[in-house]
């Protein structure tokens, strides 16, 4: 009803303006119908300038035609009187909101030089390149015309001759850009200058954000083929997504701070723009932000759009896992009431694409990366974020009474042993999960503690592990027997010496405790180092063995040489050994006299002179 009282409004209006400009001192002798919208014109203006409608009276010549009926015009009636007053020689102005019509409509009715000179058609294109092509706003409010001249528009490329417009365009005032912020550095160097605003030539994002959301991908693909930087790629890509998704969705939202009501149900339009924005997103790591994908996962999951653009989603954030928080992984459950608070297989999903892509770059980086002296590499950082991430998630899902004890562990094991080097965060969550669920049998208790590696808990959480109920018995013995074996190493190593046998034992010590918590590749380089170490070590003992050599050779000569010396000395010592008295019987023969004393000494002497 509404789109027939549209249609008669349109009607009137159009009558009114053609009785403004048709003379009426001829009547007229042909009616032209365009979709139910009826002009009474003249054969001789319309013949003259339009080849399909000359076709058409000629072809009824025998039968007086004087009605024609142009089905699927493009523009409908509105176009065709633009047409129609340039046929009877009245003059209007031709705009960016009108060329299209002009194009389209003048190529259905066969408006070409070959009918007249100067015919509409080319007047149409002369304003397109001329004036239209050069302005980037031109070209994106002739593309707003685009939705009501399908499918002639694409016949006569009026869309892609624009579309290339404006990607020539956008990539020109980059290079311009560009080389404005080009300046030399104190030594003489020509470099990018850092101050400049890296989106001085973005200023299109906010012209083609109007754009349907059809012809805004071609226009993005177009200015990839073109070489425009995938930051100003991802900068409009994200200011689309916010003017036409945020009033219904919990997409990207820059502080990370409020969150917008989820409205439920699926939009057939959404659903669209979100998997456009996910196939047009820039393949280079770490050029959309984070938050920004979550924002669009979000929206795919409530939206139920296709699986390839979530798994593409959830690849793209597993690449880039160790920047996000804790809010970003929080992704409501969209599914019935009986289902957890948070998508947890999503996250899953997402903590398979890190670990694959972690275990992908080991692969491929170079051995020379293992000889580093660096005690962390970069993916082991990486993990030690996203481990302390996923146990702090672990914490904020552990209480959902509807989370079951497989899905739980399949979040807490899906890392690598090596990416925790304190449990207390995963030993916190576990303990909030038992305490939530405490329905749970002995056998899984036992199962999920098992998680845990009760040597790599702090003291505190040592401390209240001993003392927890919710554990299993075997467990608490674990427990205490390692803070047994704690406090007993704590001791002994306050009571050994500070020398460097035990200092070298210590280190040892430690170096394996640190090892245990490092990845392969850490622990390799590690075990290099104290390969090195350990040949240091040996050649310096050899090096002493030499010396000891030669001094136990020069020992063995001067031996050689005082061999007598030392035999005359020996029997020196066993001759002032002998008694010559043999009175033991009395206290005061127990010891020889003075001029006995003096008498062994001269002989002592004699024996020694005689000897030399």
Sequence with gaps: MLQLQQQMSLAKSVRHRCNEWIFHDIPSDITI??????????KFPLVSRSGRIRRLVAEHRDSDISKVELLNLPGGAESFELAAKFCYGINFEITPGNVAQLCCVSDYLEMTEEFSKDNLGSRAEEYLESVVSKNLEMCVEVLQQYENLLPLANDVRVVSRCIDAIASKACSEQIASSFSRLEYSSS??????KQAAKSDSDWWIEDISVLRVDLYERVITAMKCRGVRPESIAASLMNYAQREL?????????????????????????????????S????????????????LLRSAVMLDCSVAFRLDLERRIGSQLDIATLDDLLIPSFKNSADTLFDVDTVHRILVNFSQQDDSQDDMEDASVFDSDSPCSPSQSSLFKVSKLVDNYLAEIAPDANLNL?????????????????????????????????????????????????????????????QNERLPLQCMVQVLYFEQLRLR????????????????????????????????????????????????????????????????????????????HKLVSSFSRKFSKMNFFGHSSSRGSSSPSKHSQRTVSKVIERTCTSAE
């Design 33 to 42: 119908d365009v979709a139910g919208v009826t002009f009474s014109l003249h």
């Design 188 to 193: 003489g160097r020509l470099h990018m200058s």
């Design 246 to 278: 945020t009033k219904k969705s919990t997409l990207w939202n820059p502080s990370g701070q409020t969150k917008v009501d989820i409205i439920s149900g699926s939009n057939g339009q959404e659903k669209l723009v979100v998997e456009t924005i996910v």
């Design 280 to 295: 047009l997103l820039p393949v280079e790591k770490s050029v959309v932000p984070i938050s920004f994908l979550f924002g």
């Design 406 to 466: 497989s899905k739980f562990m399949l979040i807490a094991d899906s890392l690598p042993s090596h990416a925790r080097t304190i449990h207390d965060g995963l030993y916190r969550a576990i303990d909030i999960y038992l305490k939530a669920h405490q329905g749970l049998s002995d056998l899984d208790k036992k199962k999920l503690c098992k998680l845990i590696d009760f040597q790599k808990l702090s003291q505190e959480a040592g401390a209240h592990a001993a």
């Design 489 to 564: 190493t704590a001791l002994s190593n306050s009571c050994d010496d500070e020398d460097y046998k035990p200092s070298h034992q210590s280190w040892r010590i430690s170096s394996g405790a640190l090892s245990a918590a490092m990845s392969p590749r850490d622990n390799y380089a590690s075990l290099r180092r104290e390969n090195r170490e350990l040949k240091l070590e040996l050649a310096r003992l050899r090096m002493r063995l030499n010396d000891l050599e030669k001094e136990h050779v020069c020992m063995r000569r001067d031996m050689q040489k005082s061999s007598s």
